[in-house]
């Protein structure tokens, strides 16, 4: 008997079925996870959790049952792995594919970009292990998984998983009573403040430079709704930052 037929024959048809609902309920997880994410309009979304939760069974599965084959059908080690961790460049692997995810986001500004393409990376490590170590049900049966959920994430929650940045600058001469009337706005809006920055010029003025994020662009007819009949607003604007599918 080689050490493939050994391998697979430690694994029936219930056991690979209990791996691949490992994996079906990680990735069911991950996505209520990542919608709860979406809809505070977090960097990292359904997609992303997906892939990193799927990724984790994936690599637990593997570190648990991927050397089955390393002893005999009485427990005994084989010939030349007595002393050995064979776990050891697979741990290595995990460790080191995550250089090469770092090495694709990017933050430019307040937004960040490449969080699902490095969490595909890791995840494409996580198969080249299921594979690398015989487990090819699980490998193949975690790739269509992913592939099918990618699928309907992108077709059928695209608008859910996704967000808008916008800039707004306002020119104010009375920032007290200005300050709590924007916050309301921005709660109108169903927006979130991400980032704020206030500097008061020399005249007694203040300017105000917000990054406010929401499902939509906040645009130039909903920001001259709000200054409109304000006698404190001398001038304003707003520029749209970015579009994020996560």
């Known amino acids: 008997m080689t050490l493939s037929h050994y391998f697979h024959s430690q694994f029936d048809l219930l056991q690979n079925l209990d791996f691949c609902m490992r994996v079906i309920l990680s990735a069911i997880a991950g996505a209520v996870i990542g919608l709860e994410r979406s809809h505070r309009f977090k960097e990292a979304g359904v997609r992303t959790h997906v892939i990193v939760c799927c990724t984790t ?26 002393g050995v961790d064979a776990a050891r460049i697979a741990a290595q692997a995990v460790s080191g594919i995550s250089f090469l ?10 937004n960040v970009r490449g969080l699902t393409t490095a969490a595909g990376l890791w995840f494409t490590a996580g198969l080249g ?20 959920m990618q699928f309907v994430i992108q077709r059928l929650f695209r608008t859910l998983d996704s967000y808008s940045g916008t800039n707004l600058h306002f020119k104010v001469s009375d920032a007290i009573t200005f300050h709590k009337d924007l916050m309301d706005q ?7 403040l991400i980032e704020t920055d206030m500097s008061v ?33 001398i001038s304003y604007r707003n ?8």
């Open 101 to 110: 995810c770092a090495g694709v986001i990017f933050k430019t500004g307040n």
């Open 186 to 192: 921005i709660k109108a809006w169903n927006a979130t």
């Open 239 to 246: 520029n749209s930052l970015y579009n994020h599918f996560r």
């Open 201 to 233: 010029n020399d005249d007694g003025t203040t300017e105000y430079d917000l990054v406010v994020r929401r499902k939509n662009e906040i645009t130039f007819e909903e920001v001259t709704a709000f200054a409109k009949g304000r006698d404190d607003i």
């Open 129 to 148: 292990l299921a594979f690398g170590a015989g487990m090819y049900i699980i490998g193949f049966f975690s790739l269509f998984l992913l592939l099918a």
């Open 57 to 82: 069974a994936v690599l637990m599965i593997v570190s648990k049952y991927g050397f089955v084959d390393l002893t005999d059908p009485d427990g005994g080690l084989l010939n030349g792995t007595r």
